[in-house]
C-alpha cells in the first residue's frame, strides 16, 4: 500500500457537525476524485479536481464540499447539509490527459458513521 | 461517458465454473472500458481493460471481450477460485469529452469452495 492514503479508516461523527476526511497521494497525479459508495450504488462521483486551486462537482455534491490546495492533497469536508452521509468514502487519484486513458489509483476508504 | 448498467448485481458459482458480468453502455463515443475488482473491505483495484479498437483482451483466467455494435463489454473469469470472490465493477470513458469514467453498481462474485 501507500500512494494515495486516506484517514482516518472509521470516523464517527454526531448529526448536524460537520466533519472532514482527508485524501493524500505521493503518485504525482494532477487529476483526483471523491466518490462515494453504498450498497448496490456502485461508485458515485461527489467531486473531481484536475489541477491545483481548481475543483467540479460530480453528479452527488449537495451537501459536501472540498479544497484543492496542494497537488498532493484533496479534503472532502462532509456538511451538516447533507441529508444521509452514512457511508463508505473513497479517495482516487490518476494521471491526466482528455486523449488517453489513465488508471484511477483508489485510496483504502473512509467509513463515516452519523448519528 | 453517460449511463453504464452492469449484471447480474449478484452471481454465485461453483469454484472450477466460469464466471460472466455484463455492462451495457449508450455513449457511442465511449472508447475505454476499465475493470476494478474490490475485495471486501478493500479499495478498487483495476484488474484489465480494453480500449475500443480491440475485440477481446486475455490476461490468464480473466478475458473482457467488446461488442461495440452492440455496445457491451463483458468480464469473463475461467476456472473461478475462492479468491475471485469480490465487487467487480466495470466502467467506460469517453475520449475528447469528460475524462471521468463512469461506474456500473457492481456485480458481487461469490466463488463457493
Known amino acids: 500500500d501507500g500512494g494515495i492514503t486516506q484517514s482516518p479508516k472509521y470516523l464517527f461523527r454526531k448529526e448536524g457537525q460537520n466533519v472532514t476526511l482527508s485524501c493524500e497521494q505521493n503518485l504525482n497525479h494532477d487529476a483526483m476524485y471523491w466518490y462515494r459508495q453504498d450498497p448496490g450504488q456502485g461508485l458515485r462521483l461527489i467531486y473531481y479536481s484536475q489541477i491545483v486551486n481548481d475543483f467540479q462537482k460530480g453528479d452527488i455534491a449537495e451537501g459536501y464540499s472540498v479544497s484543492r490546495e496542494k497537488k498532493e492533497s484533496f479534503p472532502l469536508t462532509v456538511t451538516s447539509a447533507q441529508k444521509n452521509p452514512t457511508a463508505f468514502y473513497l479517495c482516487?487519484?490518476?494521471?491526466?490527459?482528455?486523449?488517453?486513458?489513465?488508471?484511477?489509483?483508489f485510496g483504502p476508504g473512509t467509513r463515516l458513521t452519523v448519528t | 461517458g453517460e449511463n453504464v448498467e452492469q449484471h447480474p448485481s449478484t452471481l454465485s458459482v461453483q469454484e472450477g465454473d466460469s464466471a460472466v458480468i455484463k455492462c451495457t453502455y449508450s455513449?457511442?463515443?465511449?472508447?475505454?472500458f476499465p475493470w476494478y475488482k474490490q475485495e471486501l473491505g478493500k479499495r478498487p483495484q483495476l484488474i484489465i481493460d480494453?480500449?475500443?479498437?480491440?475485440g477481446e483482451k486475455k490476461d490468464q483466467r480473466i478475458a473482457v471481450t467488446l461488442n461495440k455494435t452492440a455496445k457491451h463489454f463483458s468480464l469473463h473469469i475461467t476456472e473461478t477460485q475462492p479468491e475471485d470472490s469480490a465487487v467487480y465493477f466495470c466502467a467506460e470513458k469517453t475520449s475528447g469529452g469528460s475524462y471521468i469514467p463512469t461506474f456500473g453498481r457492481g456485480t458481487s462474485l461469490i466463488v463457493h469452495p
Open positions: 455513449d457511442s463515443a465511449s472508447n475505454y
Open positions: 480494453i480500449r475500443s479498437n480491440v
Open positions: 482516487a487519484s490518476s494521471r491526466q490527459g482528455r486523449e488517453t486513458h489513465y488508471e484511477q489509483y
